[in-house]
């Protein structure tokens, strides 16, 4: 706290917040979230965290190691970027929270003035470790370093993030894959209860960071609804949903998404872990999610596509070699404006400053689609955003199935740009016909030619012999 | 030249260029070139090219594949880049040249509104290809493609040139080591004599692109005079001294820079190719050169070397790892104002913003070093400038002999930082003096401890006789 003091503007704010809040009693000082618009479930706030005031829903870049690959602290300004995500197991790595305390934490480390977020690293154990084991302690794993083994407890994940800094921090959970079901999957929600308590009690940093717990339970509404309730009870600053976009099944994924939201207080932020694609964030949204991160914006660039309102456009495509038009017309971004199709073409996947400039674009539409997330929702114009949305990028009404159920229970009608359902089985059973049609002909085909070949062969045979 | 003039102020700069100096009565019309101040040998001076209106002297990044690496079109003016530099080469195996041709030629392709050169690829071939191999048709080399034997000769290397559209295009040289002397040498440089003809009629855009001839002739002053008389006479628009930098002693370098400068036009452009540098660029200035390329600046900062006033800096050093100053507390870039050396040393060789951050800085200091040395010849202030930077570099004064030599041809006092050779030979004769007690000193410490020893050993008997 001593070190964020010695910034002027910060500190002001910092006091502003704290004094504001303090009268309203509330116990969170670090963290306001207002509401200043709704739709439904969806809403658009204003989230005020000790480094800057944010609008939500909101895409949080991820910076792995103190840098979003690529893009500098002042294009990351240019394109409207309000919080990133540094991942803790990562930065412990290198180039250690001990440094970066010493050096007055990752803000001033890496000279970003907006927010940021650190994960707790449990997820990076056990996802990217051999000989990763979770027991009531923490998190066993091989040390990258000497290949001892180690402990990430809950306390540790704590104690390193508090010497980070972030804005935001987050409880460690016990991570299990998604589609996990059974005894396994409920002892890591139960666990992660536990562990919150832990992290609470770790946390020496309340009056500057927001720790953040985590929602677990895979696809079970019942153990969603204990771990919901167990976190609430807890008062945190604000929640998230994690151990989606794991593998589960589109349905699942979004009804545990509204699950938790429609249970998850109202006047806190909810944030929803690792999601996604542009159409998951819309969806999530409407659904009464605030916030997102995840790594798919940088590392589709790296592979060469783009994010456009059609969906994808993939510039490794040979078509691209000569199109002079920028990826998306419509965007107002630096590389639309300044570089051809065809100029990235011959740069993604042989030169790093392919996936510079996509990284660039791919942002600047997130952080686009944020807000006009959050201005569309502010100004009452929700569902015609979400349906000029889906027209974009399903011009033949092809909505996915669980969009539409998703958009149902959010109260969004999307009508407009689906085909409506009585159409969509008038197509199916219209396919069928012609199926049926064309096996018949078929038949028929194989059944006629040997026929017509064998009179006339016997004709001409008559005539022969005639 | 049609596509060109399809973007309007540039129509009007060549309308005007051209109009402007055919009433001078000048052969060239795509390049002017005023000198705007002197002193002594140095020149600052005005070229105007097609693309831009360039200050000399002045350093031109190489951006090989129609990109400088890591940074932007608009990062690149942010620094005060004038001209860049293509490889031939390189572009012609991509994006290939009748695909920039196609599209509008390589400023387009890019979108790079300033200046820009191409080499002639035969540099490339030679050193960076297996079995290359120079004939009087050309450079014959396997295809990096299919392997099959290619040869490219001077018409092939102006014909790509061309569709590549640059400001200034390189004639096609026969490259040789610079230290080979002898027969060999003597051949490359009546063979880049006669190939500048062929070059000459090859061009089919003079009123667009600047076809430069290049001296050649080793460090064999007899060669190089042969050479540049050869060239003078073909009235080229401006003038290039290769196979320097390639080995020779920086004795033999500054002496074939000063001689060439001296027997080259007045009134063209001279540059050094190759070179380099910040010492280097500082000196051939003094010596009357004016444009310089060099891959040193970006890939000296991959391996993560800054340059600084004082020479360089070691960002990979440990002692980085906890320093919050900037990289050059003197320096007005980006980089400079917003990350520290502490933040860089744990990006650097591990992420590539590393790398990014370093090359930005690296280029930003190149091109201040070229305005502040046309900026110190146009206000008649260049020796004071020099001395500054020498002082800098050298804050014992230990400048090398090299240097003071090419100052005094130069006509440049450098004197006042500089050990003056007096008080260097007085040093030095120290020195020697110094050696020689030393070794005085061990021979009789050698000699008189075992004579001591026996001595006492003598002493101690009579005692015991006694």
């Known amino acids: 706290m001593f070190r964020l003091i010695t910034n002027g503007s910060r500190t002001l704010l910092h006091f502003l917040l704290r004094r504001r809040i303090s009268r309203s009693g509330k116990c969170s000082v670090a963290l306001q979230f207002e509401i200043l618009g709704r739709f439904n479930r969806a809403r658009a706030a204003r989230l005020t965290l000790p480094h800057y005031v944010c609008q939500t829903p909101l895409f949080m870049p991820v910076g792995t190691q103190g840098t979003i690959k690529g893009l500098t602290n002042n294009q990351l300004e240019d394109i409207g ?113 536990r562990w919150i308590d832990r992290c609470i009690a770790a946390h020496k940093r309340p009056l500057e960071q927001n720790l953040f717990g985590i929602v677990q339970g895979g696809v079970d509404p019942v153990l969603r609804d204990i771990c919901v309730k167990g976190l609430v009870d807890r008062d945190l600053p604000g929640y998230a949903i994690g151990g989606l976009a794991g593998g589960e099944d589109k349905d699942s994924f979004w009804r545990v998404v509204a699950q938790c939201t ?36 940088t590392r589709t660039a790296r592979f060469g596509t783009a994010l456009v309102p059609e969906g994808v456009l993939k510039l490794k495509h040979q078509a691209m070699a000569n199109d ?43 952080m686009k689609l944020s807000r006009d997330l959050h201005f569309s929702i502010l100004e009452g114009r929700f569902p015609a955003y979400v349906c000029q949305f889906l027209q974009k990028m399903f011009p033949k009404g092809d909505v996915p199935e669980w969009v539409c159920n998703a958009m149902e229970v959010a109260g969004i009608d999307i009508s407009s740009c689906c085909q ?46 005639h």
């Open 262 to 297: 429609a249970a998850l207080p109202e006047d806190k932020p909810r944030y929803v872990m690792g999601v996604g694609y542009p159409l998951d964030i819309v969806v999530c949204s409407a659904l009464g999610a605030d916030m997102y991160d995840c790594v798919y914006p």
């Open 81 to 193: 970027c309000q919080i990133i995500l540094g991942n803790t197991y990562h930065l412990e790595l290198r180039p250690t929270s001990q440094l970066l305390d010493e050096l007055g934490g990752l803000h001033k480390f890496m000279n970003w003035p907006r927010a940021m977020l650190t994960d707790s690293g449990g997820f990076q154990m056990v996802s990217l470790l051999h000989l990763a084991d979770i027991t009531e302690e923490g998190v066993t794993f091989q040390s990258p370093v000497d290949g001892k083994p180690m402990l990430l407890t809950p306390e540790e994940s704590i104690h390193i993030q508090n010497r980070i800094g972030a804005d935001i921090i987050m409880a460690l959970d016990d991570v299990v894959k998604t589609t996990t079901t059974g005894p396994r999957m409920e002892e890591a929600m139960y666990r992660t209860l």
């Open 420 to 465: 409506p359902i009585s159409s969509f089985i008038t197509r199916q059973a219209n396919t069928q016909k012609i199926v049926k049609l064309t096996k018949l002909f078929v038949f028929l085909a194989l059944l006629i030619t040997p026929l017509s070949y064998y009179i006339a062969f016997r004709v001409s045979l008559d005539r022969f012999r």
């Open 324 to 366: 002079i038009r920028p990826i998306d017309a419509t965007c107002d971004c630096m590389v639309c404006k300044t570089y051809t199709r065809a100029y990235i073409h011959s740069l993604v996947t042989k030169d790093a400053m392919g996936s510079q400039l996509l990284s660039y674009h791919n942002l600047y539409y997130m």
